[in-house]
């Protein structure tokens, strides 16, 4: 069973010493795709400023990013599931709140062992990469058009080998709806699409952002501190209720089930 994530708007600054252009990313079919990605990022990055900014979205507090995408393939990295924050990977890590003692919570050794064979992150820079594959800090979204080029169609194409390779077992697809369309998964493959809702005490369910990336997040911590990972739908539905919460299934609809 194969779990795939978004990647998150904020990330952590740093790193270790060395820097991408240092080591290989996993998936080597998608490099041609990943070069033409950063030329065009890099390119933007070097030419008009406010036009840069607006194209990426950044506020005035954010314009360093602009200087950082001109360093991603010199700037230190770390692993992906670390680089990313935010709510999503704050649950992952089950992380409190500001200024509570696990503000800072990682997950353990062995946790972060299992991620790296059963949790794969969609980047749009990068595309797909397994969650400990060493990553620089950049900024780009999934919808960003770059100078004409549409991530959605160079990541699509990119990926078609790719999935030919990931055929071992159930796939689910947990990203967001702007990162599930830069890498559709074909419909040959098994996967499960899964939605966040949460219930009221009344039985009404909607659906709320805050809660669908923190109960995802659990969600992973949960599948990967288990004792044994889980390889069926019925002991994934053992994960979620082991944080409180239920899995349904409907077909090849999954719809995880959170409580107010």
């Given at each position: 069973m194969l779990f795939l994530l978004p990647p998150s708007e904020t990330k952590t600054q740093g790193g270790v010493?060395?820097?991408i252009s240092q080591v290989a990313l996993t998936f080597g079919g998608l490099n041609p795709a990943r070069e033409l990605v950063y030329s065009k990022l890099r390119e933007l990055c070097e030419g008009d400023s406010a036009r840069a900014a607006?194209?990426?979205k950044l506020s005035v507090r954010q314009l360093d990013d602009l200087e950082r995408n001109l360093q991603?393939?010199?700037a230190p990295i770390m692993p992906a599931l670390l680089r990313y924050t935010g709510t999503l990977y704050d649950a992952i890590h089950d992380r409190g709140l500001k200024g509570s003692g696990a503000e800072d919570n990682v997950l353990p050794a062995d946790a972060i062992r299992r991620a790296k064979e059963i949790v794969l992150i969609q980047s749009s820079l990068f595309g797909l990469i397994p969650a400990t594959d060493l990553i620089p800090y950049y900024r780009l979204s999934?919808?960003?058009t770059l100078l004409g080029l549409s991530?959605?169609?160079v990541w699509s194409e990119a990926h078609e080998p790719i999935w030919k390779r990931l055929e071992q077992g159930p796939i689910i697809d947990m990203r967001s709806k702007q990162y599930a369309q830069l890498a559709p998964i074909p419909d040959s493959l098994e996967h499960y699409e899964l939605d966040v809702v949460l219930e009221s005490a009344?039985?009404?369910r909607e659906q709320l952002n805050h809660f669908n990336k923190k109960a995802k997040g659990m969600l992973i911590n949960a599948v990967l501190t288990a004792e044994i990972a889980p390889q069926t739908i019925p002991d994934l539905a053992k994960?979620?209720?082991s944080k409180g919460m239920r899995l349904e299934r409907s077909g090849h609809q999954l719809t995880l089930v959170t409580f107010a």
């Open positions: 010493g060395l820097s607006k194209t990426l991603v393939e010199n999934a919808t960003t991530l959605k169609k009344d039985g009404n994960c979620a209720k």
